[in-house]
């Protein structure tokens, strides 16, 4: 079988660090819906985000944007740190695993192999479009697939409590920088945006003071066009201001809604 | 002489994760000051944040704690984990290193030890009121001090860095989480908290509209003494309802000012 860099790690200890690791949660929303990609190990019944070791010549940004470029072929991704995970009780069965591992890839694995040792987990999120995506499953899993935020499968370790926190720190974040860009169209309508924030806030923003805070301070911008939408129903059109919205990503400001 | 903590490590490699180890940056104020807790290693002129390696038993947050206890003796600082800094440049020179530590211990340290390696370095805020803390400086090194925030000496690696983005986390929390009550007397007056509130964020704010918000989410109560500082001059005194506090730190919210 050709061996593929999940595989490689087994071989290769003194590529990568040890004790510490990073997992993404990658976040995508679609037309109301906001989702996470899991992933689901062969043989096991419980899922885990996408995650991956860290190469000694990588810093942590680079070995999170690799690894998540090897599940959704994305390599531009707005990603976020947002809180690294640790303690002894997260380790998992050697025994089971290196059996496991063995038998799926061939490779010869032993159950006191540093990647079953405590492991750190500096952990990442991203939001994307998640109609944009080709999900790649990895090697030693079953499946790697989208969940609704709210309706998550059982999952291994603390990765249930890594997807809550990572959309606690997504909704904190949208309150001082702007989002947006990559999940709408080029030019969108009011409640095209409206929507977007009311599904990662889930909960309803008031209209009017929602759109006058949007345009206040310059990040969004009204079009003369309209867009038709059906029989005397044609809303105005907007966009970005690209240089207000990328100076915002980098300053940080107070959008509260 | 006596083997220390940090004299262990050098002995005990199985005690102790590889590759990630926690940076604690302590705040302190005291009447309109904001200042960070720095640590100068012997015959180095550049300074670092206070931090640490985490054994094996315990978890991230707990080596946190520990490592903090061991150079300001308090036990229960409030203590926010803000981001990880990871990059192959992160590697001090293990030459100087292992023999400037052979000499200061005593111990004989190999150039090429684990704790020379690249590490990943899970760091930590805390705020505290410095005038209550007595520093006990570590066995390597020269000097452990407060510098003002604005005023800091030249650092090692990216600790700079590290100051500065704990600095932006903590005006980012602050505009969700109350702060304040380890901070300030039992019972204060507007301008004492205003004023805590303005060095942090080093902006001023506006004085009515302060007043109006810290009020209207009931986390602090005006009591009826009255605080006598002089002639003619003797404001009404505020204190903290520690019920709506707590649950303030639980859920966060928006306090933004």
Sequence with gaps: MNKTTEANIFDNEHDYLHNVAVDNVIFGYHDKELKVLLQQPFSVHKWTVTGGYIKKTESIEQAARRVAFDRTGLKNLYFEQFRAFGNPQRVIDSGFSAKHISEISGINVSPDHWVFDYFVSVAFYTLTEFSKVSVKKGQLEADCKWWPVNELPQMMFDHKLIVKEALKALRIHIAHYPIGYELLPEKFTLPEIHALYET?????LDDRNFTRKL?????????????????HRSPYLYKFDLEKYNEGLKDGDVLVF
């Design 200 to 204: 990662i806030l889930e909960k309803s």
């Design 215 to 231: 345009i206040a301070n310059g990040i969004v911008v009204k079009l003369k066009e309209t867009k038709n939408i059906g029989a």
